[in-house]
C-alpha cells in the first residue's frame, strides 16, 4: 500500500515539475502599430531590427490602419485592451487617440507637429509621462514649398492647397500656408477633402476656377492616397507639390520636406530602446534635421514645365 502511495506521488511530482519552468518563461513582447497604412512600416522594422528585434522572432506586431480617422479611438482602446507591451503611432491622430486610451502603456509617435500643444508630453527634453516619439516637423516648411512652387512656375496667380478638415493640425496648417503665399505675393484656395470622393470634388474645383498649381498639406490619409492625388494632377495637367518624397516617387512633380522613412525608422529604435527597459518620460522628442527636395523631371516635361537650375542643384534627387 505504500509503494503504491509512493509511485502516485511520484507520478505527480513527474508531471508537475516542468509547470513552473514553463511560466517563467517570458512571453514573446507585443507591439501595436496604429496608423493610416502600412507605408511606413517597413521602416519602422528596420529600426526594432537594428536594436535585436524582429518581428515574429523575439517580437510580435499586431497592425491596426484605417484611413477613417474617426475609428482611431476604437482601435486603439482595442490594442490597449490586448495589453500590448508598447503602441507605436503614425499620425497624430493615432497618437491622440492613443494617449486617451491609455496612461499607463508607453506610447511611441511619430507626428508632423508640436507634441507639447496636443498635450501628448509635458515638455520636448524631458516628456513626462508615458509617451514619446518623433516630431517630423511637417507643418513648418510652407514657406519654402510656396516659395519653391513659384520659382518652379511663376506665373501662377492662385495656388489650390489641400487640406484634411479632420487632421488636428488643418487650422495651423492653413494659417501658415496663408502667411506663405502672403510672403510670395499670391492668392491660394483652401480645398477640403477627407476621404477618397472629396479629393475627386477638390480636383473638379481646381479645374473648374481654373487654379494654377496645388500645394497639398501633410496628412497621412494623403500620403496613403498618393497615387490617387498624383493620378488627377497628371491627368488635368495641375503642377502640385508635396510634402513627401514618395508622392515624387510614383509621378508627382515635386516634394519638399522631412526623410519621413528614416524618422520612422528612429522611432522604431525607442520603442527597441523602452522594451530593453527605458521610460518614455526619459526619452527626449526627436525632432527632423534634414529636409530633402525630390524633382520629378520626366513630370515637369509632362507638364510642359522647365525647371529652373537653382532648383536642378538644390535638389536631393531628380527623377528621370
Known amino acids: 500500500m505504500q509503494r503504491r502511495k509512493f509511485i502516485t506521488l511520484l507520478a505527480g511530482v513527474t508531471v508537475t515539475w516542468p509547470l513552473p519552468a514553463l511560466a517563467q518563461q517570458p512571453a514573446m513582447p507585443v507591439i501595436a502599430y496604429l496608423g493610416v497604412s502600412d507605408s511606413d512600416a517597413s521602416a519602422f522594422r528596420q529600426g526594432l531590427g537594428e536594436a535585436g528585434f524582429v518581428d515574429g522572432k523575439s517580437v510580435l506586431i499586431e497592425y491596426r490602419f484605417t484611413k477613417d480617422y474617426s475609428r482611431m479611438p476604437d482601435l486603439a482602446a482595442e490594442l ?5 507591451a ?3 503611432t503614425a499620425s497624430t491622430q493615432a497618437a491622440l487617440a492613443a494617449k486617451t486610451a491609455t496612461s499607463t502603456i508607453p506610447i511611441v509617435f511619430a ?21 514619446t516619439g518623433v516630431n517630423l516637423v511637417a507643418i513648418d516648411l510652407e514657406a519654402k514649398r510656396m516659395g519653391t512652387l513659384r520659382e518652379l512656375v511663376p506665373a501662377i496667380g492662385t495656388i489650390g492647397v489641400l487640406v484634411n478638415p479632420k487632421n488636428p493640425s488643418a487650422a495651423k496648417q492653413s494659417s501658415d500656408i496663408q502667411d506663405a503665399a502672403r510672403a510670395v505675393e499670391r492668392q491660394i484656395l483652401i480645398l477640403n477633402a477627407e476621404d477618397e470622393q472629396e479629393i475627386e470634388r477638390a480636383f473638379a474645383t481646381l479645374v473648374q476656377q481654373k487654379i494654377g498649381a496645388l ?23 495641375i503642377p502640385t507639390i508635396y ?36 521610460r518614455p518620460a526619459d526619452l527626449p522628442i526627436m525632432q527632423s534635421t534634414r529636409f530633402e527636395l525630390f524633382i520629378n523631371l520626366k513630370t515637369a516635361k509632362a507638364l510642359g514645365l522647365t525647371v529652373p537650375q537653382s532648383l536642378l542643384v538644390a535638389a536631393d534627387k531628380v527623377i528621370e
Open 215 to 237: 500645394a497639398v498639406a501633410g496628412d497621412t490619409m494623403f500620403a496613403a492616397r498618393r497615387i490617387q492625388i498624383v493620378t488627377l494632377a497628371a491627368r488635368y495637367s
Open 111 to 131: 507626428i508632423g507637429d508640436d507634441p507639447v500643444k496636443f498635450g501628448l508630453v509635458a515638455a520636448i527634453n524631458h516628456p513626462g509621462g508615458n509617451a
Open 80 to 84: 490597449v485592451h490586448r495589453h500590448v
Open 86 to 88: 508598447v503602441i507605436a
Open 243 to 278: 510634402q513627401r518624397k514618395e508622392f515624387a516617387e510614383v509621378g508627382g512633380l515635386i516634394s519638399y520636406g522631412t526623410d519621413y522613412s528614416e524618422m520612422v525608422r528612429q522611432q522604431g529604435l525607442y520603442v527597441a530602446r523602452i522594451l530593453k527597459g527605458e
